[in-house]
């Protein structure tokens, strides 16, 4: 396996943050703005610079100012620092965590939510670009990390819990080289084979296209909700690592689902591999368990079992199966 780059890790020591700098950190209107932006995402200074629209000597003061008042954490991935949020610890963890609800309860002005955006899409863009260009690397790579086949066997199990029908429709996302449309094919009437890679969308229909009932669509879940399709299932394996917006993706399954439907959901667990980024196109760094089940309940998805796998090359794998058994707030609002 190749060695992993240099990850450098930037922590305020919990004792070393002051009252006083806490308060006066937060007691700025742009860098509650900074804080809320870094909601569910972390961004380069470059990015920040972007999302503020302010040059780079301005911005890294403010950055600086909320990395000793402990609200902010930096990581160096290869030539790259990446700002974060800092979790809540030591004696103002309290205060701390009552900042981070307040702000949240705020919404970020337009020109800053223009800005994050156009960082999503530059992402999205620079993903699909590497797929275009790289898609042998990509196979080789991704089959280091996470074999396909230990995922896809979970996958299946999950699927067919508690399932006494065969299914009206399954869709999955991101179909990569389609290679788990046979098993779903035979678990549904139809089957919804969807990739924003037109690259990836081509191997898929060259390994599954005598199957009679699945259809190939490229482009994004958003295309399939306005045609009003429901499904029984939604699969989504190995793909919100390269989703720009991973949160939106499970609200758009939510969505695409029919009431007691699942969503099936696989994951590298949270890793510092920061070599994945440019080998596998990664946007992500992996999820913590919790996040995901966070951004789940958010979309009226309710955790109905998780399967774990763990790697000898030091990834986890995470399985998760989700119910709808309400309606988002996102759904109502359509």
């Not at 609200?71 to 004696?91: I, Q």
């Not at 955006?117 to 992402?123: D, G, K, L, P, V």
């Not at 993706?249 to 994945?276: K, P, T």
Request: hydrophobic share 45%.
């Amino acid at each position: 396996m190749k060695t992993a780059a240099p990850v450098i890790n930037f922590p305020i020591p919990a004792e070393k943050v002051s009252l006083a700098g806490l308060l006066s950190a937060s007691g700025d209107a742009l860098r509650l703005q900074i804080i809320r932006a870094l909601a569910q995402d972390s961004f380069s200074v470059s990015e920040l610079c972007t999302i503020f629209g302010m040059r780079q000597s301005a911005l890294s003061h403010h950055l600086k100012v909320l990395i000793d008042a402990g609200l902010l954490s930096r990581k160096k991935e290869m030539t790259t620092t990446f700002y974060r949020r800092a979790l809540p610890k030591g004696p103002l963890a309290a205060l701390h965590q009552e900042i981070l609800l307040r702000v949240d309860e705020e919404t970020l002005p337009s020109e800053p939510q223009a800005g994050i955006a156009r960082i999503q899409q530059r992402r999205e863009r620079n993903s699909l670009a590497f797929f275009k260009g790289n898609l042998e690397r990509f196979r080789q790579q991704q089959e280091l990390i996470a074999p396909w086949q230990d995922y896809s066997e979970a996958t299946l199990q999950l699927l067919d819990r508690n399932r006494d029908r065969r299914l009206t429709r399954i869709v999955e996302i991101g179909v990569g080289e389609g290679w788990l449309l046979p098993a779903l094919h035979e678990r549904a009437a139809s089957v919804v084979a969807l990739d924003l890679s037109e690259a990836m969308l081509a191997q898929a229909q060259a390994f599954a296209r005598h199957l009679p009932h699945v259809e190939f669509v490229q482009g994004s879940t958003s295309q399939i909700i306005e045609n009003g399709d429901k499904a029984g299932a939604v699969i989504a394996n190995m793909v919100l690592h390269h989703t720009p917006d991973p949160r939106q993706m499970l609200v758009e399954a939510s969505q695409l689902l029919e009431a007691n439907g699942h969503f099936i959901v696989s994951e590298l667990c949270a890793h510092d591999q920061a070599w994945a980024r440019e080998h596998c196109g990664d946007l992500w760094l992996g999820f913590a368990p919790e996040q995901l089940q966070a951004w789940a309940e958010e979309a009226g998805l309710h955790a109905s079992a998780s399967v774990f796998i763990a790697q000898r090359n030091g990834f986890q794998i995470q399985i998760h199966q989700f119910e709808k058994t309400t309606t988002s707030a996102s759904e109502e609002s359509i």
